[in-house]
T-cell receptor
Framework: AQSVTQLDSQVPVFEEAPVELRCNYS??????LFWYVQYPNQGLQLLLK??????LVESINGFEAEFNKSQTSFHLRKPSVHISDTAEYFC???????????FGSGTRLQVQP | KAGVTQTPRYLIKTRGQQVTLSCSPI?????VSWYQQTPGQGLQFLFE???????NKGNFPGRFSGRQFSNSRSEMNVSTLELGDSALYLC???????????????FGEGSRLTVL
C-alpha cells in the first residue's frame, strides 16, 4: 500500500516570490509520482510526472519537481509565482501495473499581489 | 478533441434515494476511473473499468457500484444515499491498456452531489 503526505495545507506567498510545496510518500514498491492542480470548480489537471529517468521534471508553466528516492520526497517548486497559480495542488503516487492513484490531502497555494 | 465529460454537473438528492452519474471518456480511451473528493477524506479511488470489466476497486461499501459500456462510457451508481455521500465525484479516462503503464489520467470537471 502507498500513502502520501503533503505537509502544508495552505501556503500563502506574494506574487513573483519563489514557492515550494512539499510532498513525501511511503511505499513498499517503486512508484510513479504526479502533481495535479485543481482550480475552483474544476477537475484535476496533470502538472508533471516522474516515471523514470532524470529525477528533475519540469512543466510547461515553470513548475518543477525533483524525485528524491532516499528521502521519499517529490517537492514541487516554482521560482516566481503568478496570481494565476492560485489553486489547490495534489501530490499523488501510483504503483506500476495499477491504475489507482493515491493522493495527498492537497496544498492550497494562495498568491497575493 | 473533447475532454472527459461528466453529467450532471450538480445534483441534489435526499437520504435513501439513489443516484446515477455518467462519464464519457476522451475518444479512444478505454480505461475509466472514478474518484470521490470530500473536504474530510480528500480524494479517494472508487473503481476503474477497462473494456467493460472492473479491474480495480477501492475501499467503499457495496452501495457504490459502476459499469462500463462497449463505447467506453461509464456510469456509477450510489444506492441508499447517506449524508456522508455528499462529494465531488470525479471521472478520469486513460488511453493505457493492460500494458500501457505510463498512461496519463485525464479528469473531468466532476459531478457535485449534495445529499440532504
Amino acid at each position: 500500500a502507498q500513502s502520501v503526505t503533503q505537509l502544508d495545507s495552505q501556503v500563502p506567498v506574494f506574487e513573483e516570490a519563489p514557492v515550494e510545496l512539499r510532498c513525501n510518500y511511503s511505499s513498499s514498491v517503486s512508484v510513479y509520482l504526479f502533481w495535479y492542480v485543481q482550480y475552483p470548480n474544476q477537475g484535476l489537471q496533470l502538472l508533471l510526472k516522474y516515471l523514470s529517468g532524470s529525477t528533475l521534471v519540469e512543466s510547461i508553466n515553470g513548475f518543477e519537481a525533483e524525485f528524491n528516492k532516499s528521502q521519499t520526497s517529490f517537492h514541487l517548486r516554482k521560482p516566481s509565482v503568478h496570481i494565476s497559480d492560485t489553486a489547490e495542488y495534489f501530490c499523488a503516487v501510483r504503483a506500476p501495473g495499477r491504475r489507482a492513484l493515491t493522493f495527498g490531502s492537497g496544498t492550497r497555494l494562495q498568491v497575493q499581489p | 478533441k473533447a475532454g472527459v465529460t461528466q453529467t450532471p454537473r450538480y445534483l441534489i438528492k435526499t437520504r435513501g434515494q439513489q443516484v446515477t452519474l455518467s462519464c464519457s471518456p476522451i475518444s479512444g480511451h478505454r480505461s475509466v476511473s472514478w474518484y470521490q473528493q470530500t473536504p474530510g477524506q480528500g480524494l479517494q479511488f472508487l473503481f476503474e473499468y477497462f473494456s467493460e470489466t472492473q479491474r480495480n476497486k477501492g475501499n467503499f461499501p457495496g452501495r457504490f457500484s459502476g459499469r462500463q459500456f462497449s463505447n467506453s462510457r461509464s456510469e456509477m451508481n450510489v444506492s441508499t444515499l447517506e449524508l456522508g455521500d455528499s462529494a465531488l465525484y470525479l471521472c478520469a479516462s486513460s488511453l493505457a491498456g493492460t500494458g500501457g503503464d505510463t498512461g496519463e489520467l485525464f479528469f473531468g470537471e466532476g459531478s457535485r452531489l449534495t445529499v440532504l
